[in-house]
C-alpha cells in the first residue's frame, strides 16, 4: 500500500498546471464572416473596436423612415390598408348604384319610346278622324244644294222669270251653307280700286266713266275662310289712254 501511494505522490506536480498561452489557441476557419478573437485583450477599449470590425464586415441595410400618418394606419394580414379596402368597397358600392340608375333609365327610356309611339298613332287616328269629320261636314252642306238642283231641273216653269226665280232661291242656299263653313265672298265691286292682294289682273279695259286702275268688271268672286283669303278674285282692270303730246 505504501509503494503505490508514494509514487503517486511523486507523480503530481507541486504547482498548478498553467493554462496554454492564448497565442497557442486561435480559430482558423476559412469563411468571410469569422473574425479571429483574442482572449487576452480585455479592455473596453479594445472590445469596441472589435465590434465596430465585426460590424463593418455585414452590408449596411438602410431601413426606409415611415411617416407618423403611415405608423399610424393599422395593415391587414394581407398588407393593405383599412383605408383602401374601404375606399374600394365604396367604389363597389356606387358602381352598383350607377348600375341600377342606369338599369333605371333604360326601363325608362323604353316606356317613353313606347308611350311616344302610341302617342304618334293615335295622334295620326285622331287627325284622320277629324279630316273625315269636316269632309262630312262640307258634304252634308252642299248636298242639300244638289237636290234642289234636281227637283229644279224636273220641274217645269211658265217662263223664263220662274226658272229665275228658282235659280235665285238655290244660289241663296249654297251661300249660306259656305256662310256656315265659315267662307264669306270678298265685298269686291265694280268701280272699286283694284287690290292686288285680294285680286289678280286678267285683262285691262278702257272705260272713261270709271277711274284709272279701278274694277272694270269682275270675272270671278273671291272669299275667305275664316278671315284669311281662299281665294283671290279674278278681274279687269280700268286704263285710261293718256292723249299724245304734240
Do not use: C, W
Request: hydrophobic share 40%.
Amino acid at each position: 500500500m505504501n509503494g503505490p501511494r508514494s509514487a503517486y505522490t511523486a507523480s503530481m506536480p507541486n504547482e498548478i498546471p498553467q493554462e496554454p498561452e492564448a497565442d497557442a489557441v486561435s480559430l482558423s476557419v476559412e469563411t468571410e464572416d469569422v473574425v479571429e478573437l483574442n482572449l487576452d485583450e480585455s479592455s473596453e477599449d479594445d472590445l469596441q473596436t472589435m465590434a465596430d470590425a465585426v460590424a463593418s464586415e455585414y452590408p449596411t441595410q438602410v431601413v426606409p423612415e415611415l411617416d407618423q400618418e403611415d405608423l399610424s394606419q393599422p395593415l391587414n394580414d394581407t398588407g393593405i390598408s383599412l383605408d383602401l379596402v374601404s375606399a374600394l368597397s365604396e367604389a363597389e358600392r356606387q358602381m352598383d348604384d350607377l348600375m341600377r340608375r342606369e338599369a333605371e333609365l333604360m326601363d325608362q327610356q323604353r316606356r317613353l319610346a313606347a308611350d311616344f309611339n302610341n302617342f304618334r298613332n293615335r295622334a295620326q287616328r285622331d287627325i284622320s278622324l277629324s279630316v273625315e269629320q269636316a269632309e262630312r261636314k262640307v258634304l252634308l252642306e252642299f248636298l242639300p244644294v244638289l237636290d234642289n238642283f234636281d227637283r229644279g231641273l224636273s220641274a217645269t216653269y211658265q217662263d223664263v222669270d220662274s226658272f229665275r226665280a228658282g235659280v235665285e232661291l238655290i244660289r241663296k242656299q249654297f251661300l249660306e251653307a259656305l256662310r256656315r263653313l265659315n267662307v264669306e265672298a270678298l265685298p269686291l265691286q265694280v268701280g272699286d280700286p283694284f287690290d292686288a292682294l285680294h285680286a289678280e289682273a286678267l285683262a285691262t279695259f278702257s272705260d272713261p266713266s270709271l277711274p284709272e286702275g279701278a274694277v272694270a268688271a269682275v270675272y270671278e268672286r273671291g272669299f275667305n275662310l275664316r278671315g284669311q283669303l281662299l281665294r283671290a278674285a279674278r278681274v279687269v282692270v280700268n286704263r285710261l289712254d293718256k292723249p299724245e303730246i304734240s
